[in-house]
Every structure is written in C-alpha cells, then in structure tokens.
C-alpha cells in the first residue's frame, strides 16, 4: 500500500511560483516513477510532469521550461517547482505513482496506481 500526501497548493498571482510537494509512504519509493497531473473544472485530468527512479524526467508541452519537477528518494518526498504561473495553470494537483516496470514514463492516468488527495492551485490574472 503506499500513501500519497500532496501540500503547497495556494493561491498566487500570474508569473509568480509555487512548490508542491509530495510525501510518499512505502520501503520501495525509490523504484516508483512519480507523477504529477492536474485537473482544471469540467476538464479531465491531465498529465504534467513524472520522474523515475533514477531522475529521467518527462513534461507535458504546456509546463515545459516553466515547471520542474524533482525527488528526493532519502525523504520520500517528490516535488513541483512552479515559476511564470499562468492562469490556465489553476487547477488541482495530484500526485502519483506508478509501481509497474517501464521502459518509458507514462503519461496516461490509468497508468498511475496510487494517488494523493490533491492540492488546489489558484494563479490570478
């Protein structure tokens, strides 16, 4: 079983940042990919930004250049770094992890085992 807890979200005007970030429970965190998605109001969720084990990361179009996102495998803990956030940026932000062994990330939700609660994120225009 592995537990997903998400903090940061907030409110924050456009171009400023934000971090989120995720702490995982379970011994074998190190060999999950981690993903972040977001799911803006009568939109589906999408896919951000994910990690593997060993620091190949993927972004989704929208966030690249803008959004980093970072583990910390000695803490359990995976992280969003948001900078120049835009409005169409609002949404709330769900951690993930994939368990299953891939050759490359995954991008597809149904991909993703465990989730978090979620964190509402608010960028202002």
């Known amino acids: 079983q592995v537990q997903l807890v998400e903090s940061g979200g907030g409110l924050v005007q456009a171009g400023g940042s934000l971090r989120l970030s995720c702490a995982a429970s379970g011994r074998t965190f190190s060999s999950y990919v981690m993903g972040w998605f977001r799911q803006a109001p009568g939109k589906e969720r999408e896919f951000v930004a994910a990690?593997?084990?060993?620091?190949?990361?993927n972004y989704a179009d929208s966030v690249k250049g803008r959004i980093t996102i970072s583990r910390d495998n000695g803490k359990i803990t995976v992280y969003l770094q948001m900078n120049s956030l835009k409005p169409e940026d609002t949404a709330v932000y769900y951690c993930?992890?994939?368990?299953?062994?891939?050759?490359?990330?995954?991008?597809?939700?149904?991909?993703?085992?465990?989730w978090g609660q979620g964190t509402q994120v608010t960028v202002s225009s």
């Open positions: 990690i593997k084990s060993g620091g190949g990361t």
């Open positions: 993930a992890a994939d368990l299953r062994f891939r050759w490359t990330i995954a991008t597809g939700f149904q991909s993703y085992d465990y």
